[in-house]
């Protein structure tokens, strides 16, 4: 990277130039004196690659600065900052690691890259003196990259949890207030454009773990697999298991959730349906919003809720990150060389589920027979768990079934899986049976 102080312009080039990148040209356009006279530049977005170039032009983007080849801009050598909003791993990967190569800085929306190859592709940019900012990867508008690793760069974070998918939150939202079941909402937020292509990225809990992956690495220090992750998605829940919610107190909310355990140096990170307490903030972040629970060690609870997508927040981060972005070509701090991990975070380990204590909430439809119940219970005391509340409502459906809802008391994650596992391998169940977990805050 140019390490000459003096930017008097500093020029921009976007690869792609969907919803996000043409909310990143509109606002920047509509804000740009204010944007200049904080960063001291001139900024100009002088390229921009698409593949339908009509479509850009249709936006009211000049045709002159348009390009079907992001290659020409990451090899253009007059532009400083490159901000990539084609999302996906190829070829957003490659086209990232030749702009760093480059001596660029990048500017992403991408959570699955940073989210898959942040580790790598953080070591790339600090070798080649170049910098990563990923702003909006994370809950849209909300600012909780900075948060993290700036405004609450002083604390230890025992536990941050929230809603990080707005798809998701829609559905269940609607899923509680009419009270209809999974699939009619789901239809719904297809027409109005909520679900991402891939729909199991919102409806399986994907995206919202991509996006706690990159927050458990600003908080602690690591990369998480996904494979180190409990991640269950928002399919199996019904509207029983809504009402039963509400009558106990509870909301139904897709959490994400990362908490430490400081005196044992252990990490546990997920994203799964959870019931909430209604005393819990987050579990009143309804509709598209997204919502963050950041609790630290010095600054106690900061909740921030705000909108988790969409072309004006999205932008909204994207031009934040441009404006640190211009900062650290004239010498200000970088991204990748500022977070420092806190000092345990070298032996730190992941969780196993025998050691992850949490109440749960089983839903189980069986045959309405005589003996039932006192099996299901059997199964349950077998695997060390206890009931602490119970529900039990016929079904409709003249088959002689029943749907059983029951609460738990403590019990490990492993036995309350094993539970699940035993309860569907019963003949007088007939559905796979559910297993919600109940939020636990961290004290
Ligand atoms: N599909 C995502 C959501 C978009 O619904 O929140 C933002 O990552």
């Known amino acids: 990277m140019n390490n000459n102080k003096e930017f008097p312009t500093v020029n921009i080039g976007l690869i792609g130039c969907g919803v996000v990148g043409q909310g990143v040209w509109k606002n920047l356009d509509a804000y740009r004196e204010g944007l200049e006279k904080r960063v001291g530049s001139s900024l100009q977005i002088t390229r921009i690659a698409i593949r339908d170039i009509d479509k850009a032009v249709q ?64 070591e790339i940019a600090r070798q080649n003196d170049a910098d990563y900012f990923y702003e909006a990867s994370v809950a849209g508008g909300i600012p909780i990259i900075k948060t993290l690793h700036e405004g609450l760069v002083a604390n230890r974070f025992k536990q941050i949890f929230g809603i990080l998918n707005g798809t998701s939150n829609y559905i269940l939202t609607r899923m509680e207030r009419e009270g209809l079941d999974f699939q009619p909402i789901l239809e719904d937020a297809r027409k109005l454009g909520y679900v991402e292509y891939d729909e199991s990225l919102d409806l399986d809990g994907i995206d919202a773990a991509h996006k706690t992956v990159i927050l458990a690495f600003l908080a602690h220090g690591q990369w998480i697999q996904l494979s180190d992750m409990r991640i269950e998605g928002i399919r199996k829940l019904n509207k029983l298991d809504f009402e039963i919610a509400s009558n106990m107190g509870f909301k139904i909310k897709l959490i994400a959730e ?25 579990a009143h972040v309804d509709e598209v919003f ?154």
């Open 290 to 443: 997204n919502g963050i629970s950041v609790s630290g060690d010095i600054a106690g609870e900061t909740v921030m809720i705000g909108r988790g997508a969409g072309q004006n927040p999205t932008s909204s981060s994207v031009i934040s990150d441009i404006c640190d972005a211009v900062q650290a070509l004239k010498g200000g701090p970088k991204l990748t060389e500022i977070f420092t991990p806190c000092e345990e975070s070298a032996d730190l380990k992941i969780s196993s589920l025998d050691k992850i204590i949490g109440k749960f909430y089983f839903r189980i439809k069986a045959t309405d027979a005589p003996g039932v119940l006192a099996k299901i219970a059997e199964v349950l005391a077998n695997n060390e768990v206890s009931i602490a509340t119970l529900n039990q409502k016929e079904s409709n459906d003249k088959n002689g079934t029943a749907s059983i809802m029951l609460t738990t008391h403590k019990a490990t994650e492993q036995n309350a899986l094993d539970t699940v596992k035993k309860l569907a391998s019963l003949e007088f169940v007939v559905e796979e049976p559910v297993m919600i977990r109940i939020f636990n805050r961290v004290k």
């Open 258 to 282: 990362i908490t430490r355990d400081f005196r044992n140096n252990q990490l546990t990170a997920g994203v799964f349906p959870c019931l909430i307490s209604q005393k819990e903030k987050i």
């Open 59 to 122: 936006a009211g983007i000049p045709k002159e600065l348009l390009t079907t080849k992001p290659e020409e801009i990451v090899d253009d050598a007059s532009i400083q900052i490159i901000c990539e909003l084609m999302g996906g791993i190829e070829p957003a990967l490659s086209l990232t690691k030749k702009a760093f190569q480059n001596g660029k800085i990048v500017v992403t929306a991408n959570k699955a890259l940073v989210c898959d190859h942040g580790s790598e592709l953080f």
